[in-house]
């Protein structure tokens, strides 16, 4: 047994080694043009030519998530705030990963400005784009549970089944039973708490359906 479960770690431990970042997960879910914040979604954000070396610093895809940005923000969220030469954009991550996927806090060494100029002391207003950056070791589950609840609390025009059709087709795959369970239950909770919710709470049970403790099906 012990065997089994040693095998079982090194599986886990080296797909998570073995992760970079993808152009297919990464995502622009919204921006608002008012204050200049854009909010994406990709898996691990490390560099293909460093994977080897994922938990040092110097593996962090910080120019590729720029590039990204640019580029999708432009497809999918239909600005060039993060395209233009005139500021280059602050990344401000929201890691949803492990201690298996970061063991030594690579992703808290994003910039060494800090968040010193991130806003100007004389209006509050952003100096530069901000990339609100949401992320885990794959993209999918708790990536997919962040941003299908960020989607449903921000848009009451969507429905439950679109916000997982969305999920899905961002990450290729649906989020796993844990976060699919979890998003049922925020949909539940938004229903009660948000009145401009345009569903009815049965909705909220209905997206998907699920094995126990195994792979789930959009309905």
Known sequence: MSFVVAIGLLVCLTAAHATELSDA???CI????????GVFRSNMPITPDTKDSIFSPSSYAYLDILELAGEKGLSECNTTSFSSSDAEPYILEISLSNSA????????????????????????????????LVHCNAGCDRTGEMIGSFRLANDPSLSPSEMYALDVDEC???PNAYSTHALEWFCIYNFYSNPASNYEVEDC????????????TPV
């Open 101 to 132: 996927d970061d063991k030594n806090g690579l992703l808290n060494s994003i910039s060494e400005e800090g968040y010193a100029n991130l806003f100007s002391t004389s209006s509050g207003e952003p100096t530069r784009p901000i990339i609100v």
């Open 172 to 174: 290729g795959r649906p």
């Open 30 to 37: 919204t921006f608002n043009p008012a204050t200049n914040v």
């Open 25 to 27: 997960k990464f995502h």
């Open 205 to 216: 049970t209905a997206f998907a359906k699920c094995e126990p403790f195994g792979d789930c």
